[in-house]
Protein backbone atom coordinates (compact mmCIF):
# COMPACT_ATOMS: atom_id res chain seq x y z
CA UNK A 1 0.00 0.00 0.00
CA UNK A 2 1.66 3.18 -1.15
CA UNK A 3 1.41 6.53 0.70
CA UNK A 4 0.84 9.86 -0.23
CA UNK A 5 4.44 12.11 0.56
CA UNK A 6 4.18 14.84 2.45
CA UNK A 7 4.84 17.96 0.85
CA UNK A 8 8.35 18.63 2.34
CA UNK A 9 9.27 15.19 1.25
CA UNK A 10 7.90 16.48 -2.39
CA UNK A 11 10.06 19.49 -1.95
CA UNK A 12 13.34 17.21 -1.13
CA UNK A 13 12.76 14.60 -4.40
CA UNK A 14 12.16 17.58 -6.84
CA UNK A 15 15.16 19.80 -5.25
CA UNK A 16 17.25 16.32 -6.07
CA UNK A 17 16.03 16.21 -9.61
CA UNK A 18 17.11 20.04 -9.75
CA UNK A 19 13.81 21.58 -10.02
CA UNK A 20 13.21 24.78 -6.83
CA UNK A 21 9.86 25.46 -6.23
CA UNK A 22 8.67 28.60 -4.39
CA UNK A 23 5.62 29.90 -3.74
CA UNK A 24 5.37 33.75 -3.73
CA UNK A 25 3.47 35.35 -1.08
CA UNK A 26 1.14 38.10 -0.63
CA UNK A 27 0.30 38.32 -4.18
CA UNK A 28 -3.13 40.03 -4.62
CA UNK A 29 -3.99 39.61 -8.29
CA UNK A 30 -2.38 37.80 -11.67
CA UNK A 31 -2.93 39.75 -15.07
CA UNK A 32 -2.28 37.91 -18.09
CA UNK A 33 -2.90 40.10 -21.05
CA UNK A 34 -3.16 38.92 -24.52
CA UNK A 35 -3.37 40.95 -28.00
CA UNK A 36 -7.65 40.86 -27.58
CA UNK A 37 -8.38 40.06 -23.89
CA UNK A 38 -7.26 40.72 -20.02
CA UNK A 39 -7.69 37.28 -18.02
CA UNK A 40 -7.12 38.80 -14.53
CA UNK A 41 -7.00 36.13 -11.66
CA UNK A 42 -7.83 37.77 -8.17
CA UNK A 43 -6.63 36.11 -4.86
CA UNK A 44 -4.67 34.27 -7.25
CA UNK A 45 -2.27 31.22 -5.44
CA UNK A 46 0.98 31.76 -7.16
CA UNK A 47 3.70 29.42 -7.19
CA UNK A 48 7.45 30.05 -9.52
CA UNK A 49 9.36 26.80 -10.41
CA UNK A 50 12.78 27.04 -11.49
CA UNK A 51 14.35 24.17 -13.24
CA UNK A 52 17.75 24.51 -15.67
CA UNK A 53 17.48 27.99 -15.69
CA UNK A 54 13.98 28.36 -16.65
CA UNK A 55 11.56 30.17 -14.41
CA UNK A 56 7.96 29.17 -14.44
CA UNK A 57 5.00 30.58 -12.70
CA UNK A 58 2.47 28.10 -11.46
CA UNK A 59 -1.11 30.25 -11.04
CA UNK A 60 -4.10 28.97 -9.25
CA UNK A 61 -7.44 30.71 -8.75
CA UNK A 62 -11.10 30.32 -8.89
CA UNK A 63 -12.35 33.64 -9.22
CA UNK A 64 -10.76 34.64 -12.82
CA UNK A 65 -12.81 37.54 -14.98
CA UNK A 66 -11.84 38.24 -18.65
CA UNK A 67 -12.02 41.58 -20.03
CA UNK A 68 -11.96 42.31 -23.99
CA UNK A 69 -9.43 44.64 -24.62
CA UNK A 70 -10.06 47.41 -26.97
CA UNK A 71 -8.44 48.11 -30.27
CA UNK A 72 -6.20 51.17 -30.56
CA UNK A 73 -8.19 53.74 -32.57
CA UNK A 74 -6.07 54.69 -35.75
CA UNK A 75 -5.51 54.53 -39.17
CA UNK A 76 -3.39 53.61 -42.05
CA UNK A 77 -2.58 57.74 -42.10
CA UNK A 78 -1.60 58.16 -39.13
CA UNK A 79 0.55 55.30 -39.45
CA UNK A 80 2.29 57.64 -42.43
CA UNK A 81 2.36 60.42 -40.68
CA UNK A 82 3.74 59.27 -37.70
CA UNK A 83 6.13 56.90 -39.99
CA UNK A 84 6.96 60.39 -42.16
CA UNK A 85 7.56 62.25 -39.04
CA UNK A 86 9.90 60.27 -37.72
CA UNK A 87 11.86 58.56 -40.12
CA UNK A 88 10.87 55.26 -39.00
CA UNK A 89 9.32 51.95 -40.72
CA UNK A 90 5.57 51.76 -40.92
CA UNK A 91 5.89 48.99 -38.84
CA UNK A 92 8.02 50.79 -35.98
CA UNK A 93 5.08 53.66 -36.51
CA UNK A 94 2.35 51.42 -35.72
CA UNK A 95 3.41 49.76 -33.09
CA UNK A 96 4.31 53.34 -31.21
CA UNK A 97 0.35 54.23 -32.02
CA UNK A 98 -0.41 51.00 -30.81
CA UNK A 99 1.43 51.78 -27.66
CA UNK A 100 -0.08 55.23 -27.13
CA UNK A 101 -3.59 53.69 -28.00
CA UNK A 102 -3.68 55.76 -30.91
CA UNK A 103 -2.63 59.33 -29.93
CA UNK A 104 -0.51 61.00 -32.73
CA UNK A 105 1.75 63.53 -30.49
CA UNK A 106 2.61 60.45 -27.66
CA UNK A 107 3.88 58.02 -30.58
CA UNK A 108 5.92 60.81 -32.09
CA UNK A 109 7.45 61.87 -29.17
CA UNK A 110 7.98 57.68 -28.10
CA UNK A 111 9.95 57.62 -31.39
CA UNK A 112 11.88 61.08 -31.26
Known amino acids: MAFPMDNRQTKRMLERMGINF ?6 QEVIIRTKNKDIIVKEASVSEVKAKGTRMFQVVGENVEEVAREKPKF ?3 DVLLVA ?8 RARVAL ?3 N ?3 AQAILKLT
Open 22 to 27: EPIEDV
Open 84 to 91: QQTGVSNE
Open 98 to 100: EES
Open 102 to 104: GDL
Open 75 to 77: TEE
